[in-house]
């Protein structure tokens, strides 16, 4: 489990300088930009656009929203 979390962790880290790579290079088009931001955004919010509550759709919004704006 330890190994597992510590190996999350570093993709996220991979992840998250991938990002801020991405964002400061000024040759990045402004319209992926504003994907990231939203992406990242809706990723971190404590809602959801559709509730999980509905079986199946609720659960692969995530899924398929997030990966389309990344």
């Given at each position: 489990?330890?190994?597992?979390?510590a190996?999350?962790?570093?993709?996220?880290?991979r992840?998250?300088?991938v990002?801020r790579?991405?964002?400061a290079?000024?040759d990045?088009?402004?319209?992926?930009?504003?994907?990231l931001?939203?992406?990242?955004g809706?990723t971190?919010?404590p809602?959801d656009l559709?509730?999980?509550?509905?079986?199946?759709?609720g659960?692969?919004d995530?899924?398929i929203i997030?990966?389309?704006?990344v």
């Amino acid at each position: 489990m330890r190994a597992r979390l510590a190996a999350l962790a570093r993709a996220f880290k991979r992840e998250f300088a991938v990002y801020r790579c991405a964002l400061a290079d000024p040759d990045t088009p402004w319209p992926a930009k504003v994907l990231l931001g939203l992406a990242v955004g809706y990723t971190l919010l404590p809602f959801d656009l559709i509730p999980d509550l509905l079986p199946v759709i609720g659960q692969r919004d995530d899924l398929i929203i997030v990966p389309d704006l990344v």
